[in-house]
């Protein structure tokens, strides 16, 4: 057994625990589990208490574990009724003590033990028990330091327990045992009607089984009945603010009392109905209780009121008005009271909503407003209070009119009900404040008394309903006439609520729906009005009837003057007609809220056809407008969609709300008159009226036979034509609607099917056609062309059209046989004068061409394409015009999708191809395509395939001939379209079809654009005349581009030049491989120059980007013959040789157009250049250059930039240089371009105040002589300004980059000294560019080939020594020049901003950077002679700081220091044994470097004592004294190569000593000694410490520093 098994567990786990401390329960749970295992089922466990005694035991030592164990097994032992009734008290006793323990598992598990007791067999019968087991919750429940989890459980398990002794009171009473839940806090439904559905589906009220006898009531308990009442007493004086004496507690929350109160008042209805001591209880206490609670004042006994406890009351009245009220008349008569005063008493909203949704409640509840009514308002004696509830709400309703954001309220009521619609509810926030809550808020509580209005409304038709089952009234079905009295009690009911009601409900519901616009709240309350006034036919209510139908009727049909006059038109609601009058000429709209209210009026009028009497008048007399409004022409209704009642419409049809409303209007109308005509006569019939019937008659018998349609349509249809001419202009809309109508109802039918045999390549065989067919179609479609044609009224004429647009939009589809006459009569429309008639016929032919074109016949193909020419020519509107020309286009697309089929039917049948046949280029001359199938039918029928490429030409001349159209807008949008359609199918023409285009269409069209554009005139237009001021005509403004007849034949021309450029970029080879096609090639080369010459700039531009578009896009694919690349350079050439007479901004533009073209074409097509285009190509660029270094001599000076034509050469130079097959026009190519730059003669003469100083020792003691270069500038030529030379500069060095290497090397002394030339003009204009960019061109161009040599390029290259001598002298020859003369020296440019400063001291550095970081370290090949003059250079540059005088160095800027020390730094970079790669040039370079630094570090050590004499005590510049450090540090730190020290004047056997030790790495120390040992008296202290630092170092490598006296 599961329990058993379960409970030795919890023993051996207790007897484990209980080990150390608790040896007397490990003990009883020993022995507990002997005597366990001797027992096998519960009911033996409850006979031996030995088993509850060891897990008492174990609880009552207050040990948290065992407290667990423990109370887990008692629960196991209770549940499964394994306990005595007896042990009840001792098991509470211990409950008791454990909920006062702190732990709160433990006092949850002592709350589950509660809940398992009350819920067992040990459920407390005593007094004792009951108020033990309730207590331990309550305690738990008010012990302030309970967890919320304790609380909350606690909380939970008195309610729980509660429930459980009221069932016990149930049952020991033997009290009816189901339970009645309030249905008004379910969730409601989307709409009242719906929730009303569930509520009255309720089951009835217990007073049934009372007053039926089948319960009694007593007054005697049971025991467990007065433990029940009681409790009852005890929660009822909790909640009233008292103490709980029989639960001996001092507070009980009152919220969870008066919840607990709700809860046994709502589920135990019995307990209260059937005993009489609960009775008086509910009686005097708790409803005294309520009535206190409910009082206005927001504070009881100085306690806040909170929302929820004021909820609370108001759920516990709700509860006994609805469940006990007939027990309690006088109690509830005073809660009703107090409730629907409450409704307008200031208090707050939240307050008021509350009270609203219980009084919404009782309203929506059938049998709760039911009992209500019968006892309090059918009941003399007492107040009417049902009554009393629907003024409240009227009132809350009405109240909406006296607020200031009325509207905001209305429109949130509106809102809600449509969320309500769509299942949302609305939910209250008490602690709303915002505006836009407040106002929602108040939507609320409207819209819930609203919906207790329309709760009220069907309660009364329900019970209505009911009545008429039962048999209290009779059906208004029923064709005689009812009695009038009526002595059912549910009837009377009904007739007393009504008409005690109604008056009171139709002021709010009218209110509401007039002022309401959202479809469900409309529709909500429409049903309310159905629902209302059928209950009034069925009770024969008329008065209420009556009003109720002359107020629906108003909402039915609203005029414009309604608006204004709606509230002087407001109708009392006893009223008994509502009078609408519409005139024709009134716009009247049919909004949704009218569709409804019509559909509603036809529902009742349905329902109460036969009870309706003498009120058919006001129904008679809405239909009667209605009838005047659907047939107004200036009436319209707006769609709606709706949940409400629909008709059935069919499945393949929609019809609009007119469509539905005059079919229901036909429909009523038969059932209205036979009900009036006895009760009153109608108005004498109008001529209109009647007229309209007779049509109306017709078409129903035109409907009503289409399958013989064709004996009556030319009768019918000629009265409709005589009546379209009639002078009344009602008359002739009622016949031209009255033949929209026939003829579609005809063409609609099934008989005009789709004919799947009317595709374009089909067999078509007219006369095979059905006769009866063809002639109906014909007939039927001709009444148009007559109505049209004959008539001279504008109206019917647009009339006719808007019907043929109907016709074709609708039925189009379905036509075959009537296209030629509606072709013709859309040709004649075009050439009207009425702009309405010009448009609607466009209408419909964009109809045809958009949709029709499938089903259009062969042979009306053509006739179409000259309609829509006729009106891309019409001048009415220009609009249809560049349509029309767009449907052009649509119908080109149509016929191109023949050619390829018309292809594949030739190659079928064995065709000739079509050049066989062309023997002219203009192809004026076309054949038509006849063939002849046989089919393996017996019967043949011929073909006729259409000739789709005539079509096309035909869509082409019309294209052409609009393209000389006066109207700017037409031709251009005409010649956009036509090499749009050639473009778009170009690749399905045949060469026959292209020589066509081309000769007769193509170069015509251009021709005469060109001609238009030389020859129109230049006179400025004035704009289109739009008013006038001060006398003055006022113009619209035109643009000036636009103002001249010139400037718009030039757009044209350029459109044109444009459309040339994109069929040659699609289709130049095939143009190519036509018949005479080089002639029309140099016709166009021949405009081409022309519109260059003497067109405007847009022309020309466009001419060279004709040119460039058909060269450049097919030379990459090798496609295109050389000779028209020729061409188009001879052309290019051209325009720049004639430059003498071709001048001005225009000229600029094309030249710039044709270079940045020629870049682009020599890109893409260079492998197909040979030598002599190559220079033609140069000669081009030269050209330009030149022409615009003459047009634009000042123009750097007044601009400040590159000329524009200057700027696309450089632009496009980068990409010129030649392909592999041409590399000996990279020579030409450089040189040409080395011409731009300045050239300077050279003439070297000794700068003043520089001479040579030399020290008052030998040469060997550092006698150093500068020589200075000083350069005179003489400028030889000047082709280019020096801003095209600083641009030029870095494009030169690129493309010798780029030069194969033999090539480079012939050029490279050429560019180094023109470049060096450049560098040298830093002397005369320091703050210019043009020696930076040379200095960097130069450095750039030096560094990046050293490198190159140095990882294996070009050291292949066989160069003789001569020129490799050359090379390395121009470069030597730079570097002197530049670095000495111009680097490193206090030149104008100190009045340069420090940023340019900066910039220059950092491109002197780069160069001393690239000369001893690069070349001098690298693996060159330049003599040695070069290499020692490039380290002099070094050297010399070095020198500057301790050359100078003391005194000059003080005036020394600091960047002449730094340059110099920079120089100084190199050389013992140069001469120092670096890990660096070894190689004989730097093992050269390192014997000349260390030679020249070792004379330059004795010359600065000796200067430094010899000017720190002189000064004596001033201090020593700072530029010197950093010299003389820098000096030092950089000799402590040097170590040169064992090979280096091989050239220092050392005497042998120092040499030989340092060489068998390997210590002369630092030989040059030694070199030094003696002027080192000068500076040891040095007074600087830096100066003197570095110098005892490198003093010991000579003794380390002359092995002193081990010698000691010890030795």
């Not at 001419?725 to 033949?739: F, G, T």
């Not at 002639?775 to 004429?797: G, Q």
């Not at 001609?1011 to 403004?1037: C, F, P, Y």
């Not at 730094?1465 to 070792?1494: P, Y």
Request: some cysteine.
């Amino acid at each position: 057994m599961a329990l058993m098994a379960a409970l030795e567990a919890d023993l051996r786990a207790l007897s484990a625990e209980a080990r150390r401390r608790y040896p007397s329960v490990k003990d009883g749970a020993e022995h507990a589990i002997l005597k366990l295992r001797s027992l096998s089922s519960a009911s033996e466990l409850s006979s031996n208490d030995d088993i509850l005694r060891i897990f008492l035991m174990a609880c009552e030592v207050r040990n948290v574990k065992l407290s667990v164990i423990g109370l887990s097994c008692l629960q196991k032992l209770i549940s499964h009724d394994a306990v005595e009734p007896s042990s009840l008290k001792e098991i509470l006793s211990t409950l008791k003590d454990h909920a006062e323990m702190a732990e709160e598992n433990i006092q949850l598990k002592t709350l589950q033990t509660i809940l398992i007791i009350f819920q067992s067999r040990l459920h407390p019968e005593t007094e004792d028990n009951m108020v033990l087991g309730l207590g331990i919750c309550l305690r738990l429940l008010d012990n302030n330091r309970s967890s919320p989890s304790v609380y909350n459980t606690a909380a939970a398990t008195f309610r729980q327990a509660v429930a459980l002794i009221f069932d016990q009171v149930v049952s020991s009473e033997s009290l009816p045992t189901r339970k009645f839940s309030s249905s008004s806090y379910a969730a409601r439904s989307g709409s009242v009607s719906g929730e009303f559905s569930q509520n009255i589906s309720n089951s009835e009220p217990l007073e049934k089984d009372i007053l039926c006898g089948s319960l009694a009531t007593r007054e005697t308990l049971s025991e467990t009945g007065k433990l029940g009442l009681r409790l009852l007493e005890d929660l009822t004086a909790s909640a009233a603010g008292g103490s709980a004496a029989w639960l001996h507690v001092a507070f009980l929350p009152r919220t969870f009392a008066l919840e607990l109160i709700e809860f046994v008042l709502s589920n135990y209805i019995s307990v209260f109905k059937i005993l009489i001591p609960y009775e008086q209880v509910l009686r005097h206490q708790i409803c005294s209780l309520l009535m206190t609670s409910l009082r206005t004042s927001s504070e009881l006994e100085g306690e806040t009121v909170e929302p929820y406890f004021r909820r609370l009351v108001l759920r516990s009245v709700a509860h006994v008005i609805r469940l006990y009220s007939s027990s309690l008349i006088t109690e509830c008569e005073v809660f009703l009271s107090m409730l629907v005063k409450a409704t307008f008493l200031d208090l707050p909203l939240w307050h008021r909503i509350l009270v609203l949704e219980i009084l919404r409640g009782f309203c929506v509840e059938a049998r709760t407003l039911q009992i209500l009514f019968q006892n309090f308002d059918m009941h003399p004696k007492n107040t009417n209070v049902v009554e009393g509830i629907v003024k409240a709400l009227a009132r809350v309703v009405s109240s909406v009119q006296f607020q200031e954001t009325s509207e905001e309220s209305l429109a949130a009521v509106a809102g809600m009900f449509s969320s309500k619609a769509k299942g949302i509810e609305w939910i209250l926030d008490n602690d709303a404040s915002s505006a836009a809550v407040l106002v929602a808020s108040e939507a609320h509580a409207i819209t819930l008394a609203i919906e207790g209005l329309l709760g009220v409304v069907f309660t009364v038709a329900t019970l209505t309903d009911e009545a008429v089952d039962l048999g209290e009234l009779e059906s208004p079905r029923c064709e005689h006439r009812p009695s009038t009295e009526y002595t059912g009690k549910t009837a009377l009911l009904c007739i007393s609520m009504v008409d005690s009601l109604w008056l009171t409900i139709l002021d709010s519901l009218s209110l509401i729906l007039s002022r309401s616009h959202g479809e469900a709240i409309v529709l909500e309350i429409l049903k309310g009005y159905q629902a209302f006034t059928q209950a009034c036919g069925v009770l024969h209510a008329v008065e209420p009837l009556n009003s109720f139908l002359a107020s629906l009727c108003r909402f039915t049909i609203l005029l414009p003057s309604d608006v204004e006059r709606k509230s002087s038109l407001m109708l009392s609601p006893g009223s008994k007609r509502s009078e609408v009058q519409l005139d024709q000429k009134d716009n009247i709209v049919l909004t949704p809220k009218n569709v409804q209210a019509l559909r509603t009026l036809f529902n009742i009028a349905h329902r109460l056809q036969n009870v309706l009497g003498p009120s058919w008048v006001l129904v008679l007399e809405t239909l009667s407008a209605l009838d005047r409004a659907i047939h107004s022409p200036h009436a319209t209704t707006q769609e709606v969609t709706t949940t409400g009642p629909k008709l059935t419409r069919e499945p393949s049809r929609q019809f609009s709300d007119f469509s539905i409303l005059s079919s229901l209007n036909s429909q009523l109308s038969l059932q209205c008159m036979a009900e009036t005509s006895g009760s009153f006569s109608s108005a004498s019939s109008q001529k209109v009226g009647s007229i309209r019937f007779s049509v109306d008659r017709m078409i129903s018998i035109l409907v009503n036979n289409l399958h013989r349609v064709e004996p009556l349509w030319e009768e019918v249809v000629g009265h409709f034509l005589e009546l379209a001419e009639h002078s009344n202009q009602n008359l002739r809309d009622m016949a031209l609607d009255a033949l929209d109508r026939s003829i579609c109802a005809v063409l609609g039918s099934e008989q005009f099917g789709a004919d799947p045999t009317k595709s374009r390549d089909s067999t078509l065989d007219v006369e095979s056609k059905p006769t009866e067919l063809r002639s109906i179609e014909c007939a039927v479609l001709s009444s148009l062309r007559v109505l049209y044609f004959s008539t001279e009224k504008a109206d019917v004429r647009i009339g006719s059209l808007k019907i043929l647009l109907h016709v074709l939009e609708r039925c189009g589809e379905k036509l075959y046989y009537s296209w030629p006459g509606i072709l013709e009569m859309l040709r004649s429309v075009a050439d009207a004068s009425e702009k309405d008639l010009v448009t609607l016929g466009f209408q419909s032919l964009r109809v045809i061409m958009s949709d029709g074109l499938p089903t259009l016949p062969g042979d009306c193909l053509h006739v179409c394409i000259d309609v829509t020419g006729a009106y891309c020519n019409q001048k009415t509107e220009l609009n249809i015009s560049l349509t029309a020309i767009g449907l052009l286009w649509t119908m080109s697309d149509f016929v191109a999708k023949g050619l390829r089929h018309e292809s594949v039917v030739e190659k079928e049948l064995g065709l000739k191809n079509a050049e066989s046949t062309s023997k002219q280029p203009n192809g004026e001359e076309e054949e038509e395509h006849m063939v002849n199938l046989s089919e393996k039918t017996e019967n043949e029928s011929s073909l006729e395939v259409v000739n789709h490429e005539k079509l096309m030409f035909l869509a082409f001349s019309l294209l052409q001939k609009l393209g000389a159209d006066e109207r700017p807008e037409v031709r251009n949008s005409a010649v956009r379209t036509f090499f749009q359609i050639l473009g778009s199918h170009g690749n399905k023409l045949s060469k026959r079809m292209w020589e066509n285009c081309l000769w007769n269409y193509i170069f015509p069209m251009l021709d005469r654009a060109s001609h238009k554009a030389a020859t129109s005139s230049k006179d400025e237009w004035q704009g289109k005349e739009i008013g006038t001021r001060g006398g003055k005509a006022v113009h619209m403004l035109i643009h000036h581009s636009r103002n001249t007849a010139q400037k718009q034949w030039d757009e044209t021309f350029v459109l044109v030049l444009g459309g040339i450029a994109r069929i040659f970029r699609s289709f130049f080879p095939l143009l190519i491989g036509l018949r005479n096609f080089w002639s029309g090639w140099e016709s166009l080369l021949d405009f081409v120059k022309n519109s260059i010459f003497n067109g405007s700039k847009e022309v020309a531009l466009a001419a060279i980007n004709c040119l460039q578009t058909a060269v450049v896009s097919h030379s990459v694919k090798g496609n295109l013959p050389v000779r028209y690349l020729n061409s188009v350079m001879d052309v290019y050439e051209l325009v720049f040789q004639k430059s003498s007479s071709y001048s001005g901004d225009t000229a600029t533009n094309v030249k710039q157009e044709i270079l940045h073209g020629l870049g682009e074409l020599y890109v893409q097509s260079k492998k197909m250049f040979d030598d002599k285009m190559y220079m033609q190509l140069l000669a081009i660029v030269d050209l330009a250059i030149k022409q615009a270094m003459i047009d634009s001599e000042n123009f750097e000076t007044e601009f400040g930039h590159v000329p524009p034509v200057l700027r696309m050469v450089l632009e496009i130079l980068p990409s010129l240089g030649p392909p592999e097959h041409l590399s000996s026009m990279w020579l030409i190519l450089l040189r040409e371009f080395l011409h731009y730059l300045p050239r300077f003669d050279f003439v070297a003469s000794n700068e003043e105040g520089e001479a040579e100083q030399s020290s008052t020792g030998e040469h060997a003691n550092g006698v150093v002589t500068e020589k200075k270069t000083a350069i005179r500038e003489t400028p030889t030529s000047r082709i280019g300004g020096t801003m095209f030379a600083e641009k030029l500069i870095p494009a030169l060095v690129e493309l010798l980059l780029q030069a194969p290497a033999v090539e480079k090397y012939i050029l490279f002394p050429e560019i180094i000294q023109t470049l060096g030339r450049c560098m040298t003009s830093r002397r005369d204009n320091p703050d210019g560019s043009l020696w930076k960019v040379a200095a960097e061109g130069f450095n750039r161009m030096l560094v990046e080939d050293v490198k190159r040599c140095a990882v294996g390029g070009d050291m292949d290259l066989k160069l003789s020594k001569t020129a490799r001598t050359r090379i390395w002298k121009e470069v030597g020859d730079v570097y002197e020049i530049f670095l000495v003369g111009y680097c490193g020296r206090a030149l104008s440019s100190n009045s340069l901003p420090a940023a340019a400063l900066k910039a220059n001291e950092t491109l002197e550095m780069a160069l001393l950077n690239g000369l001893g970081d690069v070349i001098l370290k690298s693996n060159v090949d330049a003599p040695r002679e070069v290499l020692e003059r490039l380290v002099s250079t070094l050297d010399r540059c070095a020198s500057r700081t301790c050359s100078l005088p003391i005194e000059t160095v003080e005036l020394m800027p600091p960047h002449c220091s730094r340059f110099s020390l920079t120089c100084l730094q190199k050389l013992f970079s140069l001469s120092s044994d670096e890990t660096e790669k070894w190689h004989a040039t730097r093992l050269e370079v390192s014997k000349i470097s260390i030679m020249l630094l070792m004379e330059r570090c004795e010359y600065i050590l000796r200067r430094f004592l010899i000017d720190k004499n002189n000064l004596g005590n001033r201090p020593i510049p700072t530029a010197r004294l950093e010299e003389i450090v820098y000096v030092l540090q950089e000799l402590d730190r040097l170590t040169i190569h064992p090979d280096t020290t091989s050239v220092l004047p050392l005497k042998p056997f120092l040499r030989t000593i340092l060489r068998e030790d390997n210590r002369d790495k630092r030989s040059h120390l030694l070199v030094l000694f003696p002027a080192l040992c000068e500076l040891v008296v040095s007074r600087e202290t830096e100066v003197r410490e570095l110098v005892q630092v490198l003093l010991r170092g000579i003794a380390t490598e002359l092995g002193l520093e081990k010698v000691s006296f010890t030795q």
